[in-house]
């Protein structure tokens, strides 16, 4: 095993204690965003194991593997999923609306193809930190966006202010959880955010992720899973604080935390002790929670792989949708091309490729529409009413959909 591929974490990514235990072990599973131009047993795996800190209760993985290793071929636009775009087009109108007046800037922390930074208003300064080279070109060609191609760190911060000046508003979506030096963030935020400018993050919710079992959404690229108390203690380390927080349903359940600095002008907001209380009484503060959510885990692979068991050779099973954690789940519960004929997915860079470690070949649309499988496995479950919707005919005609959050099932 080529160990110098990622590395193992002693010490707890935001209090530095070493009192981390491991809770979930998902096995070895390949980097679940490198969709293969071709079938590939051999492809490289890494572990993917979670623990907890027991001082500050902070959930994360035990091993980082290099970003090299996570992203040779970067398929995933965020504008390929129209609830994606209607979502952050609101987003773009809130944050403009609440923080920002004429001539402000906006940066963007991953702004993948541009689909928040786009929608912000002409009299808005924008401007876009996005690692992914293809991603980035895209946010440059389609909207005409002033992109950094590089991962966010405090000497990034100092380019974008000699470039535009200090920025009012600062926006991370579904990426902090990404990155392994927090601290190097929190420095960075702090180098390029104006004296009482907002940081807004989005990132996936603890408590959802536990309350509906959403295991799949663990994998490399997904360093921390954030519940508000650490993520408090990692904002006070820096200087920082939350004064306001919102709950959304995207990507199974997240919050989008506010953030100022501390003598920032901004009153806090009752949510922010709710949400602590709340975290401690459904017990994030204790390891034998996550102990518990692991066996969870591991009844629901048995439960899965026995449905699937039971339809496989009497009728025909494909896969719907193609997101990275559809291929956790596939790797996970050892799910291949002998289970699943192929799985569709609407993202064209997605299409005639194979799923990384599974080898199951990714198709159009058309293709599901054409055959009409009796069964179809929701890998994209995060979009399930608008799929169920999308495909009532599939229903009408006796299709089914196998469900696999928040617990396996058929509708
Ligand atoms: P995401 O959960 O990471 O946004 O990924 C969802 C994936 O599902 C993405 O590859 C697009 C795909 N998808 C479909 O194939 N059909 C759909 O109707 C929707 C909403 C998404
Ligand atoms: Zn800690």
Redesign the pocket.
């Known amino acids: 095993m080529p160990t110098e591929r990622y590395v193992s974490i002693d010490d707890c990514r935001i209090c530095g204690s070493s009192s981390v235990s491991e809770f979930l072990d998902l096995g070895m599973v390949p980097a679940v965003n490198n969709f293969q131009d071709a079938p590939d047993a051999s492809i490289e795996k890494y572990p993917l194991k979670v623990v907890f800190c027991e001082e500050c209760n902070h959930v994360q993985l035990e091993n980082t593997v290099q970003r090299e290793a996570l992203f040779q071929h970067y398929t995933?636009f965020s504008s390929?999923?129209?609830?994606?775009l209607n979502h952050f087009g609101q987003y773009a109108a809130e944050v403009e609306q609440d923080f920002l007046t004429a001539g402000d800037l906006v940066v963007e922390l991953g702004c993948n193809d541009g689909v928040l930074l786009s929608q912000f208003s002409d009299e808005i300064q924008t401007l876009g930190v996005e690692p992914a080279e293809n991603v980035a070109k895209t946010a440059r060609e389609r909207h005409g966006l002033d992109i950094i191609t590089e991962l966010f760190d405090a000497d990034v911060a100092m380019e974008a202010r000699e470039r535009h000046g200090e920025a009012q508003a600062l926006v991370a979506n579904n990426v902090v959880g990404h990155i392994d030096d927090l601290h190097e963030l929190m420095h960075g935020v702090d180098a390029l955010l104006d004296d009482d400018g907002v940081f807004v993050m989005e990132v996936p919710y603890l408590i959802d992720l536990i309350n509906n079992a959403e295991f799949d959404t663990i994998y490399h690229e997904h360093i921390s899973y954030f519940a508000v108390r650490p993520l408090s203690r990692l904002l006070q380390q820096h200087g920082f604080t939350l004064f306001n927080i919102e709950r959304l349903s995207i990507h199974g359940g997240s919050i989008r935390a506010y953030i100022q600095r501390q003598d920032g002008s901004r009153q806090q907001r009752q949510i922010v002790s709710n949400l602590r209380t709340l975290e401690r009484a459904l017990g994030l503060d204790e390891l034998a929670t996550f102990e518990r959510f692991a066996s969870d885990v591991s009844r629901y692979r048995s439960q899965l792989r026995e449905l699937l068991k039971d339809i496989e050779g009497d009728a025909s099973v494909v896969g719907y949708?193609?997101?990275?954690k559809g291929n956790v789940l596939l790797n996970y519960c050892d799910i291949d091309a002998n289970t699943l004929d192929y799985i569709?997915?609407?993202?064209p860079a997605?299409q005639g490729t194979y799923t990384p470690g599974t080898d199951i070949p990714v198709r159009p649309?058309s293709d599901f529409h054409d055959d009409s499988p009796e069964y179809a496995l929701l890998l994209?479950w995060?979009?399930k009413d608008?799929?169920l919707e999308?495909e009532r005919e599939y229903r009408k005609q006796d299709g089914q959909f196998i469900l696999p959050q928040p617990y396996v099932d058929l509708v």
């Open positions: 995933y390929a999923s129209d609830p994606l949708g193609a997101p990275a569709v997915d609407t993202t997605k649309p994209a995060n979009y608008e799929i999308k």
